[in-house]
């Protein structure tokens, strides 16, 4: 099973300052169709996760441009150019090319 | 507007069974994969079973293989997971999510606790 290492696990961060959380697989994302299927979920609290990023880098409908992702083969990021507070929850990344589909163990954003 | 209500969780014994069901709406269900992932409260996400758009592959986690069956009704617009033999690992809210490779719609979620 592909292993998908997020870091790190706790994210304090002060209001308007940038964020960066990292996805690290145990394999390459990149699929036989040439598509690298590695998604960005949030999930504030008390709700159902929400996508934000797929493909690697393809920002969803809606979804603020402060949130940007980035990456190729094993290694990801998701940017957070200025938190606000509604920023606030856990982060998963996910990987869609290789069954079992796995997601990594999640990165918990807060205000300080 | 893509909707996904799902509906059958519950209080189940250990060895016990319960049919999970997701009725979609707002999107042309027969042309979308489908998939089940699960949260333990408090804990992270696991993908759980996923099944084409006609339903003839499906996919399911090892910890869940042989004992849970996906299913799908495109005539219903309807999900269903079959879950037999309940653990108290099972125990968890189980999420409807649209597509296999990029997840793009969730459901609210149903509450499955297995307990004696």
């Known amino acids: 099973d592909v292993v998908m290492t997020q870091s790190p696990l706790s994210l304090p961060v002060t209001l308007g300052q940038p964020a960066s959380i990292s996805c690290r697989s145990s394999?390459?994302?990149?699929?036989?169709?040439?598509?690298?299927?590695l998604n960005w979920f949030q999930q504030r609290p008390g709700q159902s996760p929400r996508r934000l990023i797929y493909?690697?880098?393809n920002r969803d409908s809606g979804v603020p441009d402060r949130f940007s992702g980035s990456g190729s083969g094993t290694d990801f990021t998701l940017k957070i150019s200025r938190v606000e507070a509604e920023d606030v929850g856990v982060y998963y990344c996910?990987?869609?090319?290789?069954?079992?589909?796995?997601f990594g163990g999640g990165t918990k954003v807060e205000i300080k | 507007e893509v909707q996904l209500l799902e509906s059958g969780g519950g209080l189940v014994q250990p060895g016990g069974s319960l049919r999970l069901s997701c009725a979609a709406s707002g999107f042309t269900f027969s042309t979308y994969g489908m998939s089940w992932v699960r949260q333990d409260p408090g804990k992270g996400l696991e993908w759980v079973s996923s099944?084409?758009?006609?339903?003839?592959?499906?996919y399911y986690a090892d910890s869940v293989k042989g004992r849970f069956t996906i299913s799908r009704d495109n005539s219903k617009n309807t999900l269903y997971l079959q879950m037999n033999s309940l653990r108290a690992d099972d125990t968890a809210v189980y999420y409807c999510?649209?597509?296999?490779?990029?997840?793009?719609?969730w459901g609210q979620g149903t509450l499955v606790t297995v307990s004696s």
């Open positions: 999510a649209k597509a296999w490779s990029s997840i793009d719609y």
């Open positions: 099944i084409s758009d006609s339903g003839s592959l499906t």
């Open positions: 394999q390459s994302l990149v699929h036989s169709d040439g598509n690298t299927y």
């Open positions: 996910m990987q869609g090319t290789h069954w079992p589909r796995t």
């Open positions: 493909k690697v880098s």
